[in-house]
């Protein structure tokens, strides 16, 4: 969107205590999630790798992964066309690295937040 409405969106966000102003660093922003939006969002959130066996478990024939939902990079790219297209003309995407877990564990999973 335009300036303008970022500024309206953020001072609405601020407003109604969804999003705290962090006077350290210009445009900075504290957001906490709600505990219970996640089991909401997780039926919607998918993982894109070019092998499933990078991401979940693969369950046996007919199951379905009770721990991720993966999609094939060339899938994504046909549902992102459909679902979405030209929306991102002259607009600014945000990529944001993250670590599930501590950064170097052989534990951690790393991602890509689009």
Not at 12 to 19: A, K, N, S, Y
Not at 37 to 60: L, M, W
């Amino acid at each position: 969107g335009t300036p303008e409405e970022t500024a309206n969106i953020l001072a609405c966000l601020e407003r109604d205590g969804m999003v705290k102003k962090l006077p350290k660093y210009q445009n900075c922003w504290l957001a906490r999630t709600d505990p219970k939006d996640v089991a909401r969002v997780e039926s919607k959130t998918v993982i894109v790798t070019k092998n499933q066996r990078d991401t979940i478990p693969i369950p046996a024939a007919g199951g379905k992964s009770q721990l991720g939902n993966w999609m094939s990079e060339s899938d994504w790219q046909r549902a992102r066309q459909e679902r979405f297209p030209g929306c991102m003309a002259g607009r600014t995407m945000y990529v944001i690295p993250f670590s599930m877990g501590p950064v170097g564990s052989t534990l951690s999973k790393y991602g890509v937040q689009v």
